[in-house]
């Protein structure tokens, strides 16, 4: 078979590879045609029958989506005959769809909109009752289905079964009566489930959350970042009035996120527009916190710590900018903390320093995309279904369309151990057997959480073991994010002095006088209750903010802007959607006031102004400038 | 002097006497209801997408059994027109899909305070059951 082929679409020759479709060659060559149930990324089914052309030599007319293009093929898209089957499909699918456009959350942006304006009949002849069922059906707390606007495109099935091999929704019935529905007794548990929403060419799978929230022409886009893993997918923050946030879709980036988004990233941030967000800094006075000026809780921040200086201590969430963190680290070394870090359970200080060299002599090769261009896939450590999902879609492409090799080493509850060929127990040795004894072992991909590697208290062993696979393998090794930006931490040098469990230890023994701890204050919660005097920046009074001496009301991702550094090394930028809340600062904002009150008065003051300073300091960033992060975002590179 | 003093007087004492508007006269909104007292509006924010002066709010809610305001699944909790703002052109009673908002022949406007002059969504309601002042 011939590796090209050439065929001439309304007159215009284009040649295109063998095996492309007739839709795809008009696309590339700027023809319209219109489509429902065809998707990029899925197979071809010809559902919609929206796409049919007319070929010469046909006796009928084709549906272009699942026709592949041949050799000398001649077909035609304006002819009359085309442009009424078009409008006459377009006028079959209206006959069943229920016009409620006005309240439908897909109308402004809606492909059946679309087409029907350009292609469709310019009015209704049906004039029966149009056919009638109980609206939303709920199919979980995330999704709600309108059957009456369903043109049965198969979009959702085909995702739930090719892309995320969870297939909780099928159509159920036969012509007419076709209706999309889950297993009786079951919800449509898949955590990907969002996706099908946005892949819905009319508004018949709709989000719950999102739901009557605004209308397409009254949102305002921004991208952004998602920053609830380490993925780092590119998101799309909606906001209204550039106040409220009122949803997240995906923004493709082929090398992240491929186009998908999963339902943590798309549900579960709207926090965000909490009525209950701290909105001024609180002070502790005679045992109760009051509210007081941004000036008196940072003048007072600042001098609990001072005067605490050697028994302070900085904790830091893994999932604030590269700029804050590079902020914060700076401003506890000026208070002389003994040791800043983002985790409590770090066992010890070498791993962090080892996992840092690892960085710059470049072991951490390996980039997302290269799980589909392996042949062998080692996962060390980390259950990627939940802790990473979107690389789950990510590694399931490899197993199920390349067949690639999976070996998963340790984690055997995790949801992909039924592609791995092979669980084994969980150490180093397991990696160099999972190699010898792989068949395909070409091109190996080696993803190691960044748990074991840099927290645990056999990373220095690990690391060195890792090193002297990739010096005699050659495999790609990825670390796996904990959070957002925990990779970013180290690459800032926010990680240093005490390790956190030797802090964790320290404050329970209560040698720690002053803590200020910068987002996330619930996750240690227990231990930081102990400290005597307790610095909180959070966006909420969580319970160790309650027992906090000052508490510091940051802003969310959706207002802040700055890099973050993503489990393959993306450096990538997080943009601000809507205007920050009354009262709050931004955790960059933050920590340069404190700065200055501290008697630095030369650090930057804007996340830009930080990003510069860390061009020239940390060397990883050198040669990144903000224009080339741009919408992609840019991996740090080191040479091997 | 003839011509002042007996000519026929072209003023009314208004506000207690008023003068008919042309029937195709733009003035205050009104949110219609349908017959058996649901509202009209159905929260599209269609007036507001048409709208050339940005003086519509509208934020949607769904109906819930117990809760219900209009018929279909959607009503609009929150409905705001600034009048100061509004220039009469009528484009929102065009967009309307379901002729829930009008503009009427009311026109008495004048408010001690811009605030009093964003009218929300009970002052624009149409009054349940229709009393005699109600706009025909």
Redesign the interface.
Known sequence: MADNVTLTIDGQTVTVAAGTTILEAAASIGIEIPVFCNHPKLEPIGACRQCLVEVEGQPKPIASCCTPAAEGMIVHTKTPSVRQMWEANIEFLLINHPL?C??CDR?GECPLQNNTFAYGPRDSRFDYTKRRYK??VRLSDRILLDRERCIQCFRCVRFQKEIADEPDIQMFSRGYYDYIDTAPGKEFESQFSGNTIELCPVGALTSAVF?????P??IQSTESVCVNCGVGCNIRIDARNYREVVRFLSRENPEVDDGWLCDKGRFDSLFINDKNRLQAPLIRKDGRLVETSWDEALETAVKIMKDAGGRSAGLISPKLTNEAAYLFSKLMREFGAVGCDWNLERASADAAVKTAEAFSEGLFDGAIKDITSSTLLIVYGSDISSELPVMDLWIKKAVRRNGAELVLIGCESSKLAKYAKTVMPENIESVVKAIESSKSSERVLIMVSQRLVELSPYGVEILDSLKEIARSRQPKVMMLACASNSIGMLETGAVWGKPGSEIKKSILDGNIKALWVAGESDKYAESLARVDALIVQDMFLTKTAEVANIVLPGSSFAETSGTIINTERRVQCINPAIRKLRGTLTDVEIFARAAVKTGLNTISQTSEDVFKELTQTANSFAEITLDKIGARGVRLEAKR | MKHVLFRKRVTVEYPEVRRKLPPRARWRHVLKRHEDGLERC?????C??ACPAHCIHVV???NKDGARFSP???YAKIYEINELRCIFCGYCQDAC??EAVVLTDKLDFASYSRENAIYTKEMLLEPYPASDESVS
């Open positions: 409620d006005p309240i109308g609206k939303p739901r009557f929230k605004a209308r022409w009254e | 159905i929260g599209c924010s269609l507001a997408g949607a809610e769904e279909g699944e959607r899909p379901v």
